[in-house]
């Protein structure tokens, strides 16, 4: 695809050339993902050209897992939340969206990246009466908990793909933003609009008491309380305005010559 028409959530340059790859079928949606060659050779830096990011990805050894899959397709779509596994130099990213809606990696240690945290979409009943859910990364759940509900949050083991914990979509929970202009913002849900033949509205508090409202699709539900289930971005989740970065920057400075 040309580079001009990739996401900007991709921070791809301009003038780096006229080409980029285009993510593959998955199980993330075009805009919503990010190619495996796009992280391998533009944010960890491990390859210069494209060339080289598919002798990393054919290596025999496995070389990079994706929620602790082998991928060796370097259009492979990795979406929110998705862990990335590399074993030889043994690191661990989970993949996030800053408060600017940008993609970027978070780095989490071994303990935390054995899970993953997925959002449901669905829930339908099958042929054979059978129950099932979906969630947002593709994945096909048969025989849920009933508690578990649409908008729910479910704790995925990733060896086994078994459902360890489920977070409910309700007032007092940390709340993650997925998408709309808040996108990447961290707070406690306040409480719920119902808006019947539209989209309920959740309102929401960040840690520095500021309140901002979003549509229902775009909360993940992240913790229990106030207490995050994932290691947050470097931001926490903050948003804040070039005045409160100014100062930020300044208050900085004084404690450096401290």
């Not at 391998?40 to 060339?51: I, V």
């Not at 002798?55 to 259009?75: E, Q, T």
């Amino acid at each position: 695809m040309k580079r001009i028409t990739a996401p900007k959530s991709w921070m791809l340059s301009k003038l780096g050339g006229n080409w980029t790859t285009r993510p593959s079928q998955g199980p993330h949606k075009l805009r919503e993902s990010i190619p495996l060659s796009v992280i391998l050779q533009h944010k960890l830096k491990y390859a210069l050209y494209a060339r080289e990011v598919q002798m990393i990805l054919a290596d025999k050894d496995g070389n990079i897992k994706v929620d602790g899959k082998v991928r060796s397709d370097f259009g492979y779509p990795v979406g929110l939340q998705d862990v990335i596994t590399i074993d030889k130099t043994r690191e661990s990213y989970r993949v996030l969206y800053d408060v600017q809606g940008k993609f970027i990696l978070k780095s989490i240690k071994p303990d935390e990246a054995k899970f993953k945290l997925v959002k449901v979409t669905q829930k339908k009943v099958g042929p054979n009466n059978v129950p099932y859910i979906v969630t947002n990364d593709g994945r096909t759940i048969r025989y849920p908990n009933p508690e578990i509900h649409v908008n729910d949050t479910l704790k995925i083991e990733l060896e086994t793909g078994k459902i360890v914990d489920f977070l409910k979509e309700e007032p007092g929970n940390l709340c993650y933003i997925i998408g709309g202009n808040n996108i990447g913002r961290v707070g406690l849900i306040q409480h719920r609009e119902r808006h019947l033949g539209s989209f309920d509205i959740v309102h929401v508090k960040d840690s520095n008491g500021k309140h901002f409202s979003t549509r229902i699709n775009n909360i993940f539900t992240i913790g229990k309380g106030k207490k995050s289930l994932i290691s947050l971005p470097d931001d926490n989740g903050l948003y804040l305005t070039a005045l409160e970065k100014k100062q930020a920057r300044e208050h900085q400075e004084e404690t450096k010559k401290q």
